[in-house]
C-alpha cells in the first residue's frame, strides 16, 4: 500500500528565508503533484513531476523529483507572506490512473 | 466555464436522505476524478472516470455511494442514507488524460445533521 508522508507539518518562517518540504512516498510511482490550498479554498495546483530527476520552478517555489530515493522537495526562496498556505504532495498510486495518495500537508507560515 | 465547477457549493441534509453533488468538469478534459476532504481522514480518492466508464472505484467507501458519468461530461456523486461521517467537503477534478495537470472545483460542502 502507497504511503505518503510529507514533513515538516508545520512551518513557521519569517520573510526572506528559505526552507523545503521532504514528500516520502513508499512504493515506486511515475507520477507526483504538487498543491497548494488556502483556508476554505479548493486545491491549486503548482507542479506535476513526471520523470527522475524532473525540476520545476514558478516564482520562489521550486520542485525537484528524485525517484530512487522516492523523495520530492519543495523549496521555498526568499519567502514572503503570500505563500502563506498548506501545501500538499499527491503521488499516483500505482496500477491506477486515478488514485492519488495526498500526504498529511504542511502548513506554512510566513511572518514578517 | 473556465474551471471545474460542483453544485451545490454548500448542502446540509438530514441523517438517512439521499443527496447528489454535481460536478462540471473543464471542456475536453476526458478524464474525472472525485475525492473528499475531512478533518480527520485528510484527502482520499473517491471514484476516477476515463469517458464515461469507471475504471477505478475502489475508494467508495460503501455501498451507498455511487457515480456516473454522461456524455463524457458531466458527472454526479450519490451518497444514500447519509450518515453522520459522510460530512465531508467533496471535491471534483478533471484532467486532459492521464498524465496532465489535474484540475480542482471549490468543492461541495456537505454537513449531514
Known amino acids: 500500500e502507497l504511503k505518503v508522508e510529507q514533513n515538516p507539518l508545520f512551518l513557521s518562517m519569517q520573510e526572506g528565508k528559505n526552507y523545503t518540504i521532504y514528500c516520502n512516498y513508499s512504493t515506486t510511482s511515475d507520477r507526483l503533484y504538487w498543491y497548494r490550498q488556502d483556508p476554505g479554498k479548493s486545491l491549486e495546483s503548482l507542479f506535476v513531476l513526471l520523470s527522475n530527476g524532473a525540476v520545476k520552478q514558478e516564482g520562489r517555489l521550486m520542485a525537484s523529483l528524485d525517484t530512487k530515493a522516492r523523495l520530492s522537495t519543495l523549496h521555498i526562496t526568499a519567502a514572503v507572506h503570500d505563500l502563506s498556505a498548506t501545501y500538499f504532495c499527491a503521488v499516483m498510486a500505482g496500477g491506477s490512473q486515478g488514485n492519488l495518495i495526498f500526504g498529511k500537508g504542511t502548513k506554512l507560515s510566513v511572518k514578517p | 466555464g473556465a474551471g471545474v465547477s460542483q453544485s451545490p457549493s454548500n448542502k446540509v441534509t438530514e441523517k438517512g436522505k439521499d443527496v447528489e453533488l454535481r460536478c462540471d468538469p473543464i471542456s475536453g478534459h476526458t478524464a474525472l476524478y472525485w475525492y473528499r476532504q475531512s478533518l480527520g481522514q485528510g484527502l482520499e480518492f473517491l471514484i476516477y472516470?476515463?469517458?464515461?466508464?469507471?475504471?477505478?472505484k475502489s475508494g467508495l467507501p460503501s455501498d451507498r455511494f455511487s457515480a456516473e458519468r454522461t456524455g463524457g461530461s458531466v458527472s454526479t456523486l450519490t451518497i444514500q442514507r447519509t450518515q453522520q461521517e459522510d460530512s465531508a467537503v467533496y471535491l471534483c477534478?478533471?484532467?486532459?488524460?492521464?498524465?496532465?495537470?489535474?484540475?480542482f472545483g471549490e468543492g461541495s460542502w456537505l454537513t449531514v445533521v
Open positions: 472516470f476515463q469517458g464515461n466508464s469507471a475504471p477505478d
Open positions: 477534478a478533471s484532467s486532459l488524460a492521464v498524465r496532465n495537470t489535474i484540475y
